[in-house]
């Protein structure tokens, strides 16, 4: 056994009351987006850093939403953590059975708004660079963590910021502390395409319909157009093909937990190599007893991987403006992107939780999107890797476990030294 492996399995042992007193401090600072402010948090996480000897430099994104980075060693490689620090808003609070800010630590559990997405990411992430500051002398090169804002409304006051202000230099290669149970890896995501329909139609009293032209059921009709486009599936890249196949057996395994219908089952199973269109914003009409002339929606349509933005745009456009009166507009766009599992900082982390935990679950990919285009779309190969659980991610009672927390801790230290100085045996 390695040294490497030594200390890691060392931190998974002592570095327990450390990481969940964190994360519970990480729970108890609220930080909703929106609004989005994240300054108390990076109070928090600098004075904790501080406390250790551990120097960070705050980011001001403007309107509260601060970026830590803290960096140790020099040169390179450069090896970045990154996780961020904002959350979605807890919603109605009588939904939730413990305080959603409350970070309490019961049976074996951290509960609260961020514990799995992704506070428990920031303070494994947090620790492991306070214990690989401890052996710097013994890895070549470079680790910046990275706290960021604004990841879950499109990361563009975050990592995005910090990669277009040159805060983050051309790294070569990056761990997202996003869940994956803490048991597999995350090396490639879905894109959006996002877009507004708009249905011109006539008025008419409302007991002569047939008078006039109705906007929101043309929209509707158009709606249904588009949604043909989930039908279509993209073979992936050979290089993610286990990827997906791993995917397909976790999505299916999670479908005949939850009970899902066989349709709604099958559809879950494909979704990462199908499109999916959602219908999440409507307005139309004005008075329920006049036929509507105007009405207008947005449409969250995911792309798989293989698609570009604007190839997708150019059949969603193409369906929605088959019915007459009916305008399609892109209004955001995202690509989907990927890194291949044979990369060096995919294969560390294979190896740190082989290591670590005694079995790694394989490489998957994502149906949603993650800050990890923003360093992939710069040449930064990036891996997904988080103790949060994937289901309990914008969920009422969200929780961490303990002991995925803790592991988590061991393998980013692992994989960061197994990336930098190649003591393990990939």
Same mark, same amino acid.
């Given at each position: 056994?390695?040294? #490497? +492996?030594?200390?890691?399995?060392?931190?998974?042992?002592?570095?327990?009351?450390?990481?969940?007193?964190?994360?519970?401090?990480? =729970?108890?600072?609220?930080?909703?987006?929106?609004?989005?402010?994240?300054?108390?948090?990076?109070?928090?996480?600098? +004075?904790?850093?501080?406390?250790?000897?551990?120097?960070?430099?705050?980011?001001?994104?403007?309107?509260?939403?601060?970026?830590?980075?803290?960096? =140790?060693?020099?040169?390179? /490689? @450069?090896? @970045?953590?990154?996780?961020?620090?904002?959350?979605? /808003?807890?919603?109605?609070?009588?939904?939730?059975?413990?305080?959603?800010?409350?970070? +309490?630590?019961?049976?074996?559990?951290?509960?609260?708004?961020?514990?799995?997405?992704?506070?428990?990411?920031?303070?494994?992430?947090?620790?492991?660079?306070?214990?690989?500051?401890?052996?710097?002398?013994?890895?070549?090169?470079? @680790?910046?963590?990275?706290?960021? #804002?604004?990841?879950?409304?499109?990361?563009?006051?975050?990592?995005?910021?910090?990669?277009?202000?040159?805060?983050? /230099?051309?790294?070569?290669?990056? $761990?997202?502390?996003?869940?994956?149970?803490?048991?597999?890896?995350?090396?490639?995501?879905?894109? $959006?395409?996002?877009?507004?329909?708009?249905?011109?139609?006539?008025?008419?009293?409302?007991?002569?319909?047939?008078?006039?032209?109705?906007?929101?059921?043309?929209?509707?009709?158009?709606?249904?157009?588009?949604?043909?486009?989930?039908?279509?599936?993209?073979? /992936?890249?050979?290089?993610?093909?286990?990827?997906?196949?791993?995917?397909? $057996?976790?999505?299916?395994?999670?479908?005949?937990?939850?009970?899902?219908?066989?349709?709604?089952?099958?559809?879950?199973? #494909?979704?990462?190599?199908?499109?999916?269109?959602?219908?999440?914003?409507?307005?139309?009409?004005?008075?329920?007893?006049?036929?509507?002339?105007?009405?207008?929606?947005?449409?969250?349509?995911?792309?798989? =991987?293989?698609?570009?933005?604007?190839?997708?745009?150019?059949? $969603?456009?193409?369906?929605?403006?088959?019915?007459?009166?009916?305008?399609?507009?892109?209004?955001?766009?995202?690509?989907?992107?990927?890194?291949?599992?044979?990369?060096?900082?995919?294969?560390?982390?294979?190896?740190?939780?082989?290591?670590?935990?005694?079995?790694?679950?394989?490489?998957?990919?994502?149906?949603?999107?993650?800050?990890?285009?923003?360093?992939?779309?710069?040449?930064?190969?990036?891996?997904?890797?988080?103790?949060?659980?994937?289901?309990?991610?914008?969920?009422?009672?969200?929780?961490?476990?303990?002991?995925?927390?803790?592991?988590?801790?061991?393998?980013?230290?692992?994989?960061?030294?197994?990336?930098?100085?190649? #003591?393990?045996?990939?």
């Amino acid at each position: 056994m390695s040294w #490497a +492996e030594n200390l890691s399995k060392k931190v998974v042992r002592e570095k327990e009351r450390e990481v969940v007193e964190l994360c519970s401090a990480l =729970i108890r600072t609220p930080s909703e987006n929106p609004p989005g402010d994240t300054s108390a948090v990076v109070e928090v996480l600098k +004075e904790w850093l501080g406390d250790r000897g551990l120097n960070s430099e705050v980011y001001d994104a403007g309107e509260g939403r601060l970026n830590l980075v803290s960096k =140790i060693g020099s040169g390179r /490689p @450069i090896l @970045i953590f990154n996780s961020h620090m904002d959350v979605v /808003p807890a919603g109605d609070r009588s939904g939730w059975s413990f305080h959603p800010f409350g970070g +309490e630590v019961r049976e074996g559990k951290i509960l609260g708004r961020g514990a799995s997405d992704t506070k428990s990411g920031v303070a494994a992430m947090a620790v492991a660079l306070e214990v690989l500051s401890q052996v710097e002398e013994r890895f070549e090169g470079s @680790i910046l963590f990275t706290a960021v #804002a604004d990841e879950e409304t499109g990361g563009l006051r975050g990592t995005y910021w910090l990669v277009e202000k040159n805060v983050l /230099p051309k790294a070569d290669a990056c $761990i997202i502390g996003e869940p994956t149970n803490a048991e597999y890896a995350v090396v490639g995501e879905k894109g $959006i395409c996002a877009v507004e329909l708009q249905a011109v139609g006539r008025t008419a009293h409302g007991s002569t319909p047939m008078l006039g032209e109705n906007a929101i059921e043309r929209l509707f009709e158009a709606v249904e157009r588009v949604k043909e486009i989930q039908n279509q599936s993209v073979k /992936p890249p050979k290089d993610l093909e286990e990827a997906f196949e791993n995917t397909r $057996i976790s999505l299916r395994q999670a479908s005949e937990k939850l009970g899902l219908p066989r349709e709604r089952a099958e559809k879950l199973e #494909a979704v990462c190599e199908t499109y999916t269109v959602n219908l999440g914003i409507i307005q139309g009409g004005f008075k329920r007893n006049v036929v509507p002339d105007r009405c207008r929606a947005e449409l969250d349509v995911r792309i798989p =991987i293989g698609v570009s933005p604007r190839e997708a745009f150019e059949k $969603i456009k193409k369906l929605a403006e088959s019915v007459k009166g009916v305008s399609c507009n892109l209004i955001d766009e995202s690509d989907p992107n990927y890194t291949s599992p044979s990369d060096p900082i995919c294969q560390a982390i294979s190896y740190a939780t082989s290591s670590v935990l005694g079995r790694f679950r394989g490489f998957r990919v994502y149906s949603g999107a993650t800050d990890a285009e923003a360093l992939r779309n710069r040449g930064i190969p990036t891996v997904i890797y988080g103790p949060g659980n994937d289901l309990q991610a914008h969920v009422q009672n969200e929780y961490v476990e303990v002991w995925r927390l803790r592991a988590s801790v061991g393998v980013y230290v692992l994989a960061s030294l197994t990336y930098l100085t190649h #003591a393990g045996t990939l």
